[in-house]
């Protein structure tokens, strides 16, 4: 198994530029969340899955949107950068819930000039 | 209002002393809470974890404690090995299927 698997792992976007972040799972994983990790800020949530079809949002979610297709992929979507948006990406998964033992994908590391 | 608090954003111990890092909580209705380690360019990687029916789980060098009517948790590491070097995140929630909550993490560095 893979695990949780993210793309890139490094991405320099310009203010008001658009992309995706992606994320994939190969453990059948129902439950699938983004976090982002800033300096003192700890792990924040900006939105989370609990199967296909099924996306709701976390603490910090503006300026994000998330689709969930398939239980496998869980991409993130950034509409317009903003410099507010630099940051580390995490994305996780885990089989029994939101509630408990979270897999933790390796990061992305986005920079927004 | 930070629910999760991790007072202590760093702390150094000498290697083979105990460390102990510390979470206290505000929200009376989490009762699961579960510690994270992070190295640097990589994910968090879960560590341990307890529920609210116990005041102590262990796993091996690990130690976490939980006291409930003061809303605070710590886990004890013991001895402390140069590999522990890493940054501790504490994470609580309410059973409910409600996301985790994270503190903002103590680094910890384990001096040889």
């Known amino acids: 198994n893979a695990g949780v698997t993210q793309t890139p792992k490094f991405q320099v976007l310009k203010t008001g530029q658009s992309m995706t972040l992606q994320c994939a799972q190969d453990m059948n994983h129902e439950y699938m969340s983004w976090y982002r990790q800033d300096p003192g800020m700890g792990l924040r949530l900006i939105h989370y899955?609990?199967?296909?079809?099924?996306?709701d949002q976390g603490e910090v979610p503006n300026g994000y949107n998330v689709s969930r297709s398939t239980t496998e992929d869980f991409p993130l979507r950034l509409l317009s950068a903003a410099p507010s948006q630099t940051s580390v990406y995490f994305c996780a998964s885990s089989y029994s819930g939101l509630a408990v033992e979270q897999f933790f994908g390796p990061g992305t590391r986005l920079t927004v000039l | 209002d930070q629910q999760v608090k991790q007072n202590s954003p760093s702390l150094s111990v000498q290697e083979g002393r105990i460390s102990i890092l510390n979470c206290d909580y505000t929200?009376?209705?989490?009762?699961?809470f579960l510690w994270y380690k992070k190295y640097p360019a990589e994910g968090p990687t879960f560590l341990i974890s307890i529920s609210s029916i116990k005041d102590k789980n262990e796993d091996g060098r690990f130690t976490v404690f939980l006291n409930k009517s003061a809303k605070h948790l710590s886990l004890h590491i013991v001895p402390s090995q140069p590999g522990d070097s890493a940054v501790y995140f504490c994470a609580a929630s309410d059973s409910g299927n409600t996301p985790l909550v994270f503190g903002k993490g103590t680094r910890l560095s384990v001096i040889a």
């Open positions: 899955s609990v199967g296909a079809g099924i996306t």
């Open positions: 929200n009376s209705m989490f009762d699961y």
